[in-house]
Every structure is written in C-alpha cells, then in structure tokens.
Antibody
Framework: QVQLQESGPGLVKPSETVSLTCSVS????????WSWFRQAPGKGLEWLGH???????RYKPSLGSRLAIVLDTPKNQFSLRLTSVTAADTAVYYC???????????WGQGILVTVSS | DIVVTQSPLTLSVTPGEPASISCRSS???????????LDWYLQKPGQSPQLLIF???NRASGVPDRISGSGSGTDFTLKISRVEAEDVGVYYC?????????FGQGTKLEIK
C-alpha cells in the first residue's frame, strides 16, 4: 500500500520561503507523476503543480516563478518550495501520486502551513 | 484556465435515496484518444480527498458500485444510487485535460 507523508514547518513569516517534503513509502517513485495541491481554510481544492519521474514539470502559471517542485529519487521523496509567501498562501498542503491520466490516487494526510508574523 | 462548475453546492439526502451532482466544463474534456479527462473526489470531514471516479466513468479501487460517473465533453454527472451515512462530505470534480488542473467549487452532501 502506497503511503505519502508531508513534512515541514507549520508556521512561516510573510516574504519568507516554505519548503515541504513528501516521503513516499510502499512503492517506488519511478513511473508516476507526483503532485502538490492545497486547500485554504474553508475553501476548495487547488492544483499547484506536478513532476514526472522522467523530469517533466508543470506549475500553476498564476504562481509564477515562486513555486518549484523537485524529485529526490534516491530518497523516494519529492518537495515543494514556495517563495515570497503571503497570508494568501496559508493552507493545508497535500502531496499525491498522480497517474498518467491526471487522477490523484494516493494522498498524504496534509500539512497546515500558516503564514503569519 | 478551464472553468469547472458544479451544482448543486449543497445536497441534503435521506439515507437510501439517490443523489446526483452535476459538473460542467468550459472546455470539451473529451480527448482525441476517446477518454474524458474528468475525475471525481470525495473529501470526508477531517480527511484528505479520495479518488472516486477517473476518466469520467471509471471507479477507483474500493469504490462501491452504487457510485457511478457518466457524461462526456462538457457535461458530467456523479450519481449515488442509494446514499449511506458514509457518503457524507464534499464532492469535487476536477478536469485533468490540461494544466493547470482545475476543480469545481465542491458539493456538500449531508444526510437528512
């Protein structure tokens, strides 16, 4: 059974950078897409971006150059780095395994990131 | 970006009765390969979302057959033939035809 676990800081100051890691167990990181989503408090789901084992990356354009997703194959992990955060980036961040058809079949439990001074 | 619109936004259903959620896309989600790139997710209270339906009509592993997805192009429907207490939560449709993937607003299903 594939399991994903997000880790990282729960509190980040405005204008700083948040880095989150997703650890994958029970399966290899090879051959799949790996995605990040988020959900602001009381709001709906938002796709942020994904990365393929082969190196292809897609980001949500509205995030501009603030977002980076990196794969660490030897550690079976992937990570998210979001720079210049504001209160609007406060959300629960989820990592997922994503199939070739775009569906996210395994989700982490989510990690709440609060942006506040 | 492709706009995805769900209706209704809330649904109150008596156990054992059917339920239906509509999802409309601003863009044709039928790919030239014959598949509709539309997924359905359920987020139960306090939990992460879980995949219910992929490619418009395919049930994910472990999803009971009383839950079904249908539709093509721009109009899709999620149906629950007999609602049970465990179906409570927020249902989202998501288009996966082109990035950025986009979600509907969500439909909250409550039990009467």
């Amino acid at each position: 059974q594939v399991q994903l676990q997000e880790s990282g800081p729960g509190l980040v100051k405005p204008s700083e950078t948040v880095s989150l890691t997703c650890s994958v167990s029970g399966g290899s990181i090879s051959g799949f897409w790996w995605s990040w989503f988020r959900q602001a408090p009381g709001k709906g789901l938002e796709w942020l971006g994904h990365i393929h084992y082969g190196g292809t990356i897609r980001y949500k354009p509205s995030l501009g150059s603030r977002l980076a997703i990196v794969l660490d194959t030897p550690k079976n992990q992937f990570s998210l780095r979001l720079t210049s955060v504001t209160a609007a980036d406060t959300a629960v961040y989820y990592c997922t395994r994503t199939l070739l058809d775009g569906s996210a079949d395994y989700w982490g439990q989510g990690i709440l990131v609060t942006v506040s001074s | 970006d492709i706009v995805v619109t769900q209706s209704p936004l809330t649904l109150s259903v008596t156990p054992g009765e059917p339920a239906s959620i509509s999802c409309r896309s601003s863009y044709n989600l039928l790919h030239s390969n014959g598949h509709n790139y539309l997924d359905w997710y359920l987020q139960k209270p306090g939990q992460s979302p879980q995949l219910l339906i992929f490619l418009g009509s395919n049930r994910a592993s472990g999803v009971p057959d009383r839950i079904s997805g249908s539709g093509s192009g721009t109009d899709f429907t999620l149906k629950i033939s007999r609602v049970e207490a465990e179906d409570v939560g927020v249902y989202y449709c998501m288009q996966a035809l082109q990035t950025p993937y986009t979600f509907g607003q969500g439909t909250k299903l409550e039990i009467k």
